[in-house]
């Protein structure tokens, strides 16, 4: 009993002593943190482009197709892949006839598309060389737009350029952006696009090009052209593609949030650095990605304002653009299907009719827009009709579709833009 008497004394003495010095003892609990599991992935196409391959094995793939106006042109042409990317080789026959030759790929529906473009010299002593990524639409019209490089007697640049036109083939080209001379023979070429108003470039993870006004009429579903074109007579010259890959968007969705969290955060695992962040916006938060090379090793985390962490993946995981995740025992619904209209430059237009029906044909929702329809099952199939009103006129939607009632497969919560015109 004496002993406990002392021990108790030497406690409270030793607590009186650290707390005159600002010490303080609290009782902590800690509290698991939830788990963060893939809902949906965003890859919809890669390939490295890096094996050993002769002519006729690539000839041979059941993805790539090979073609172009070079074999029509009788243009010396050729191609192989080895561990340094595909090369395609081409010589023009005439100083004033562009010879090309490509690989393109399926027809797919997709947002952002992203390949390694290199071009051989800094400079030829005549004509033009350029090795661009086209995104074409699969439509019979010729038009796209590429990140390219151009060389010359003058130098080396790398261009955004526009083109539309007919069956025959492009009439009409503008250059949406422009580099200087002097760039390296080596880029990431990265273009995001609806096909429709919006439109960005990535060169090697620096945005350097971004709209949404634009009128590109180029519909889903795209195709990828690998192209070298030229008019240089000198003998072949190759560009080479590597680490292609296409994804459903440029951002990670972390949906089902708890209330207290406050921002969701990428960590680096070699370093614990963080590498890209967003803040919470209702019940989920969208980090962009357009800036990085799929797949991303990162580890997912969600945290309160105060720091705490509050949910995350166990350890890191690898991400691509359009990967939806969420806290785990949350994603069977119901979940909001939003249906919001804007004008072509992306002024928010309000008060225009909408339905919403389900597979059944069945009114779940009726309303003026923006109209949340927030009973939407997980993995029904619903359709969203808007109309006109007055000087505004339905044009399309944002995955470019120009029927006024677009259909939605909910898997999370979903929000759906009509264009108009006004």
């Not at 003998?235 to 890959?245: H, I, M, Q, T």
Request: hydrophobic share 35%; with cysteine.
């Amino acid at each position: 009993m004496l002993r406990m008497f002392f021990l108790i004394v030497a406690l409270a003495l030793f607590a009186s002593i650290y707390s005159s010095s600002g010490i303080t003892f609290t009782s902590t609990g800690a509290s698991a943190a939830a788990t963060l599991t893939k809902v949906s992935s965003g890859l919809v196409a890669s390939d490295p482009l890096n094996k050993d391959l002769t002519m006729q094995q690539l000839e041979s793939s059941s993805y790539w197709k090979f073609g172009g106006d070079a074999a029509s042109e009788g243009a010396p042409y050729n191609f192989y892949e080895n561990s340094n990317g595909l090369h395609i080789g081409v010589e023009a026959v005439s100083a004033s006839t562009y010879a090309g030759f490509y690989a393109v790929s399926p027809n797919s529906n997709f947002v952002l598309a992203h390949v390694t473009v290199t071009t051989p010299d800094s400079t030829i002593s005549q004509g033009i060389f350029e090795s661009g990524v086209y995104l074409q639409t699969s439509s019979d019209e010729v038009n796209y737009v590429t990140c390219t490089s151009s060389t010359t007697s003058s130098g080396t640049l790398w261009e955004l350029v526009w083109a539309t036109g007919d069956a025959s083939g492009a009439t009409s080209f503008t250059t949406l952006w422009s580099s200087g001379t002097g760039m390296p023979l080596t880029e990431n070429c990265t273009i995001i696009t609806n096909g429709n108003n919006y439109l960005k470039l990535y060169l090697d993870g620096s945005l350097v090009y971004s709209s949404s006004s634009l009128d590109l009429k180029i519909p889903e579903p795209f195709n990828i052209y690998l192209e070298p074109e030229t008019t240089y007579t000198g003998g072949e010259l190759y560009a080479s593609f590597l680490n292609y890959f296409l994804t459903s968007g440029e951002y990670l969705t972390v949906m089902g949030l708890p209330s207290n969290a406050a921002k969701v955060e990428l960590i680096n695992p070699s370093n614990s650095e963080v590498i890209a962040s967003a803040s919470k916006s209702g019940t989920s938060a969208q980090i962009e990605l357009g800036e990085f090379i799929f797949p991303i090793s990162a580890e997912i985390e969600v945290l309160t304002s105060s720091g705490n962490v509050v949910a995350s993946t166990p350890g890191a995981v690898s991400l691509y653009g359009g990967d939806v995740y969420s806290t785990s025992g949350i994603t069977s619904g119901p979940f909001s299907l939003i249906v919001k209209t804007e004008s072509i430059s992306g002024v928010t237009i309000t008060g225009l009719y909408t339905t919403i029906t389900n597979s059944s044909g069945q009114t779940v929702d009726e309303g003026f827009s923006p109209l949340t329809y927030s009973e939407a099952a997980n993995g029904q199939t619903y359709t969203a009709c808007v109309s006109n009103y007055g000087n505004d006129t339905f044009e399309h939607w944002g995955n470019g579709s120009t029927n006024p009632c677009r259909t939605v497969t909910i898997t999370h919560d979903t929000t759906v833009i009509a264009y108009y015109s006004t």
